[in-house]
């Protein structure tokens, strides 16, 4: 079985003419991820492509890496509007009990946990600020955002692909 892949980044641009790239970060790990000797892979259309971090800089809501052996922005141009990631043998970062990894929350589906209504999908996670919010895709209505909170998000079941939630009042627009 081939090896599972997790996306921490997007590279959005190249950066100057000595091979950076801008990514934008989709993890919570933005050290541990972009630091130098991290392993990483650009998704490609025709499969991954291994590269190797050596060296990290954050600009503005960027940040700026440079690949080992991709030192000219030839080398680089062609990655542009491709996905970032990371093994996940190469995940050395221990979560605490109450901590998940993006990719393993997106995708849950999303349980009223009073009376079971389904909402649909987690689609995506956005972090405007203190606390991430949870994009869920709804058929046919628009997104619901839910704050991950403990008091709106009551019980995570990664095995069962679940999200148990407690949504506030006021929040869902029932005439959407």
């Given at each position: ?109 999303v349980i009223e946990e009073s009376d079971g209504t389904s909402y649909g999908k987690v689609s995506e996670i956005i972090d405007p600020g203190p606390n991430d ?44």
């Open positions: 079985m081939p090896e599972k892949y997790y996306q921490v980044g997007k590279i959005v641009n190249t950066h100057g003419i000595r091979g950076e790239v801008r990514v934008i970060a989709t993890t919570d790990f933005t050290e541990e991820r972009f630091k130098k000797g991290t392993h990483l892979a650009v998704e490609m259309p025709n499969g991954l492509t291994p590269v190797t971090v050596s060296a990290m800089r954050q600009h503005k809501q960027f940040y700026l890496l440079q690949f080992e052996g991709l030192g000219n922005i030839n080398d680089v141009e062609l990655f542009k509007g491709h996905n970032l990631k990371i093994a996940a043998s190469e995940r050395d970062d221990q979560l605490e009990d109450d901590e998940y990894y993006y990719g393993d929350i997106i995708g849950l589906e919010v949870w994009v869920i895709k709804r058929r046919g209505r628009s997104d619901l955002l839910l704050p991950f909170l403990k008091s709106v998000i009551k019980k995570i079941d990664i095995e069962a692909g679940k999200a148990y939630v407690e949504v506030p009042e006021g929040l869902i627009d029932n005439e959407d």
